[in-house]
């Protein structure tokens, strides 16, 4: 977590965000779209303001939003849960991650994840004091071997992180994978977290929550969150579901993380999660469009691409173009063609950063001139 001087570390995605602004780039790197949410729901925001909720919510999130949260789950995936004592509103999936962690994990457990991993997974491993093991998911689709998977578990795991859509490699789970995690939690006695926040943005199969397959439930933690379903990313409102006794942890660290989150963007989220169907299904349409836009802008630029099924990611291999440090490319990318990317080796430990190590990660959340014209930008690398 700390800098080689000893200072905080700033996250990649703030690094590169700054470079791209100070270069004037496009900015495929920090995954947030340009354009915002429905003007129904920021409409939702404002009166919710100027009708007085601006004082704390209560610490577990307004009912109107677990009630909203429980609706959603049942709704899209049969998932019963009760919105008084099974679901908790954070402050961003972030402070779900964070608190289930830190509720969950300690000196002496064992974590594990696949590995590229979110970066804030590794953060919260290491605040909790906890040790990391990590599964590698394979190119060109990004699944985890399952012997591999069974052999990282041991007697010490304690809690499994599951993220699907997977960032950054925007890799989609199936039921196999996903039944294999389960046995071998149960076998273990494991608790999983699952984060889901990008459960809507799937272009294949539909989504299946870890928490909708056979005895799973009880050992499952969903975490999601507003900012990608919405497209409002500021807005920091998500949710954790699932069992009465390991949401009561969450919340008893989170009544000390954050205590509760925004009042008034809890009554629109709570709107937007009562959309029709046909709303979620247009989030992803519209997002597939984009995806075909960069991977074939990617592709004629040269980069091997791996056609994401989920997410707001698509992973490309500059090996062909005679890269083989992606991080030192993405440092420079932004002065030199006025792109910014990520580079996929930040999301690993040193044995995945050399296997990812000529990886970059684009986001393709933006508007579809923006895409064209970094396609075109990328292609003077060749
Ligand atoms: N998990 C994953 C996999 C993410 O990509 C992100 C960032 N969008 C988050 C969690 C954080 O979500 P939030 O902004 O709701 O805290
Ligand atoms: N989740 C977003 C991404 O992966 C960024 C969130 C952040 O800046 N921490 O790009």
Redesign the pocket.
């Known amino acids: 977590l700390l800098g080689p001087d000893g200072t905080l570390g700033v996250t990649i995605f703030e690094e590169m965000t700054a470079l791209a602004v100070r270069h004037g780039a496009i900015n495929l790197g920090q995954?947030f779209p340009d354009e915002d949410g429905p003007a129904e729901m920021a409409e939702a925001a404002r009166a919710a303001i100027l009708g007085g909720a601006n004082q704390y919510a209560p610490g577990q999130g307004i009912p109107r939003l677990r009630e909203a949260v429980a609706a959603h789950q049942e709704r899209f995936y049969g998932i019963a849960v009760d919105p008084w004592r099974e679901v908790i509103v954070t402050?961003?999936?972030?402070?779900?991650?964070a608190a289930a962690v830190l509720a969950l994990a300690g000196p002496g457990d064992e974590v594990l994840t696949f590995e590229p991993f979110?970066d804030?997974y590794g953060a919260m491993i290491a605040l909790a004091g906890a040790e990391h093991v990590t599964v590698p998911l394979h190119a060109p689709h990004f699944q985890p071997d399952l012997a591999e998977l069974e052999a990282a578990f041991g007697p010490r795991t304690r809690l499994v992180i599951v993220?699907n859509p997977?960032?950054p490699t925007g890799a989609v789970f199936g039921p196999q994978v996903l039944g294999r995690i389960v046995e071998l939690a149960e076998a273990h006695d494991a608790v999983i977290v699952t984060?889901e926040?990008?459960e809507h943005l799937v272009f294949g199969a539909p989504h299946v929550p870890v928490a909708s397959l056979p005895r799973a439930a009880e050992r499952t933690l969903t975490?999601s969150?507003?900012?990608?379903t919405f497209s409002f990313?500021g807005w920091?409102?998500?949710w954790v579901a699932g069992p009465e006794e390991l949401v009561a942890r969450v919340r008893t660290i989170k009544q000390f993380l954050t205590y509760s989150s925004g009042t008034p963007f809890q009554e629109a989220v709570a709107l937007g999660l009562g959309y029709p169907d046909e709303f979620f299904h247009g989030i992803a349409r519209a997002l597939a469009a984009k995806r075909d836009i960069l991977a074939e802008g990617l592709r004629s630029a040269g980069l091997e691409v791996y056609v994401p099924e989920g997410?707001y990611f698509i992973t490309a291999d500059t090996a062909p173009l005679g890269f083989d440090d992606a991080l030192d490319l993405a440092r420079r990318l932004p002065e030199l063609i006025g792109v910014a990317a990520i580079p996929v080796s930040v999301f690993c430990h040193d044995d995945g950063a050399r296997r990812t190590r000529s990886l970059l990660r684009f986001a393709f959340c933006k508007k579809e001139p923006l895409l064209a014209e970094a396609a075109a930008r990328l292609s003077r690398l060749s």
């Open positions: 995954g402050t961003g999936a972030t402070e779900g991650i979110y804030s993220n997977h960032n984060d926040v990008y975490v969150s507003a900012g990608k990313t920091k409102v998500g997410t």
